[in-house]
């Protein structure tokens, strides 16, 4: 089946610095990438959307500014936290799609972020 | 390798009882999880189970055997809102989710 990846999987930080996390689509091409925040036994929250070559759509709420999104080719999408806080700390879940079944979504591992 | 199977697709008729099944076989266990997936929009927390046995929650109930690999959740007095996907989802002992590739159930009148 699809596979997708995130790297890193943990990440544990300094307040003020930026992390970049990375997803990848492993053996099928991501028209649309999805990145989602997750705290502890509640729901996905949709952050943004992507397509390949254009800019992210993000939902209300989300500060574009500080959750940078790129989807540079068709296997890869990156999320970076720029000047992050100890409240920034959460688990992000990415998912990909592709042009052959739109319908489905296919979840990462998800990268757990603590920010001290 | 690690691996989750849960049925493709199944069909139910309004106001009936269906089960979702989910086997898995994963590096490590931190808990099963289950959610409900509408197109277009971001999975919503149905449950987690980390001990063995039932959790009821309203309409809906997850159960977990953690020696047999497996869980599955129940949806009583089907409505036909309750079409959609259903992702079980294991975390292994490195806090990662292993995702199954859902179930997308389907109601009929």
């Known amino acids: 089946g699809a596979v997708v990846s995130q790297h890193p999987s943990w990440v544990i930080c300094k307040s003020g610095t930026s992390v970049k996390i990375e997803c990848r689509s492993l053996?099928?091409?991501?028209?649309?990438m999805f990145w989602y925040r997750q705290f502890p036994k509640q729901s996905l929250m949709l952050m943004a959307t992507s397509n390949e070559g254009s800019k992210a759509t993000y939902e209300q709420g989300v500060e574009k500014d500080k959750f940078l999104i790129n989807h540079a080719s068709l296997t890869l999408s990156t999320l970076t936290v720029t000047s992050a806080h100890p409240e920034d700390s959460s688990f992000f879940i990415c998912s990909a799609t592709s042009w052959r079944a739109m319908e489905t979504q296919y979840f990462g591992p998800g990268t757990r972020l603590l920010v001290l | 390798g690690q691996n989750i199977d849960q049925p493709t697709e199944m069909t139910a008729t309004e106001g009936a009882i269906v089960q979702i099944n989910c086997t898995y076989q994963?590096?490590?266990?931190?808990?099963l999880f289950w959610y409900q997936q509408h197109a277009g929009e971001a999975p919503t927390f149905l449950s987690y189970n980390v001990l063995d046995g039932l959790e009821e929650k309203g309409r809906f109930s997850s159960f977990l055997s953690r020696s047999k690999g497996y869980s599955y959740l129940l949806l009583k007095e089907l409505q036909m809102k309750d079409s959609a996907s259903y992702l079980c989802a294991v975390m292994d002992s490195n806090y990662q989710l292993i995702w199954g590739a859902g179930t997308k159930l389907i109601i009929k009148p």
């Open positions: 994963t590096s490590g266990f931190n808990g």
């Open positions: 053996d099928f091409q991501a028209t649309t």
